[in-house]
Structure formats: structure tokens, C-alpha cells
């Protein structure tokens, strides 16, 4: 059986039977997925994850990235993005420091375009080079969550240029479905869209 994994944010991170994860597995009749996204992190995270599974030659078969918006910072093992609240046991130091650079440091520009270069890079310069099927799709479409349209077009493997947020309802519905953001409609409706896709 092929082997698949799912490498993004929360939208791809449910291990429900609903899970339009576990539903696209059992269409393409793949084993058992071995990696799910992670709530809150960015493409960094997804770079070294991804990345180290290269190196341990154990990339799985299919290979499906939902891409997030540019607006994570990355850390090893905490969710830092803009609003984060703090976990209990976590330095309090560390939020504060976020917050700090949420005022005084960040810069939106440079964040788009860094994510805009990283992305198209991991996309035309590692990915094209992996032994694996690719399924790239946007979780947010990039710099969606402020009103803007990148036109960022990925190239390596079957590229869905959709959104889940848009498809889940946008802001108007946000997180109205408990499933990766979605009702059981929806994630059986999206895994029917990629299935469709890349079959």
C-alpha cells in the first residue's frame, strides 16, 4: 500500500473519521496516514518537518501541503503567530517578547515577500526533486487574511490554486465546523475536489 502525509496547519491536522484526511486515504486506498498538519504553525515548520524526512528517506508516497498565510513566526515547539494565547508552563517571557515584536519589529512587506521567495523556492527546488506524488493547495490563499491576491502559482505536482478558508466560509463562517475548520459536508466535498484532481 502507498504511504501518505499531510504537511500544513490546522486545516489539514484532524485525525477524525470525518477528516477529509482520513476520507481522500481510503479514496486512494493509501495505508494509514502517518503525518497530519499542526494547528497554528507556518510553512517553516512544514520546510524542516518535510526536510527531515528527506534526509531519513522516509517521505511518504503521496505527499499532500496545505499551505498557510505568511503572518507565523516559527519555533521549534510553540504556535507564535499574531493573537496567540498563552500556554500555561510556557515562559510568559516569551509572549511578552512576540507581542513586542508584533509593535515594534514586524514588518508586513518583508513578510510576504520572504514568503513569497521561500515558498516558490521549497516548491521549484525541493519538492520538484522528491520521489514522491506532490498535491500542493492553499489552507489560506496567500495574504488572504488581508484582503489581498498574491497570484503565487506553485509548479511541482498537481497544484489546487483553491482555498479551504474561502471554501469553509471565509471570515463571515470562520471555524463554524469543528473538523479542519469544516463541516462533515465540506471535508467530504474538498477530499472529492482533490480526489477528483489528482485521479
Keep these: ?8 496547519d490546522s486545516f489539514c491536522a484532524s485525525n477524525q473519521p470525518e477528516s477529509w484526511c482520513n476520507i481522500l486515504q481510503q479514496m486512494l486506498g493509501a495505508d494509514r496516514i502517518r503525518w497530519f498538519g499542526e494547528p497554528g504553525k507556518g510553512i517553516w515548520s512544514v520546510f524542516f518537518r518535510y526536510n527531515q524526512l528527506i534526509q531519513q528517506d522516509r517521505v511518504p508516497d503521496i505527499s499532500i501541503f496545505c499551505w498557510t498565510e505568511p503572518y507565523r513566526l516559527y519555533h521549534p515547539r510553540h ?5 496567540t494565547e498563552p500556554l500555561e508552563g510556557v515562559d510568559p517571557n516569551m509572549y511578552k517578547a512576540l507581542e513586542q515584536y508584533w509593535i515594534h519589529l514586524h514588518n508586513y512587506d518583508k513578510d510576504e515577500m520572504a514568503y513569497e521567495y521561500s515558498l516558490k523556492y521549497y516548491d521549484q ?11 500542493q493547495m492553499w489552507s489560506f490563499r496567500p495574504f488572504e487574511t488581508a484582503d489581498k491576491d498574491a497570484g503565487i502559482k506553485l509548479t511541482t505536482g498537481t497544484f489546487i490554486d483553491e482555498s479551504m478558508f474561502a471554501f469553509s466560509g471565509g471570515k463571515d463562517n470562520w471555524d463554524k465546523g469543528s473538523i479542519n475548520h469544516m463541516t462533515v459536508e465540506q471535508n467530504q466535498q474538498w477530499a472529492q475536489k482533490v480526489y477528483d484532481r489528482i485521479r
Excluded at 79 to 83: D, I, K, Q, R, V
Excluded at 127 to 133: A, I, P, Q, Y
Aim: no cysteine; charged share 10%.
Design 1 to 8: 500500500m502507498k504511504t501518505i502525509g499531510f504537511f500544513g
Design 125 to 135: 527546488n525541493i519538492l520538484s526533486e522528491v520521489n514522491s506524488e506532490i498535491i
Design 79 to 83: 504556535t507564535l503567530s499574531a493573537n
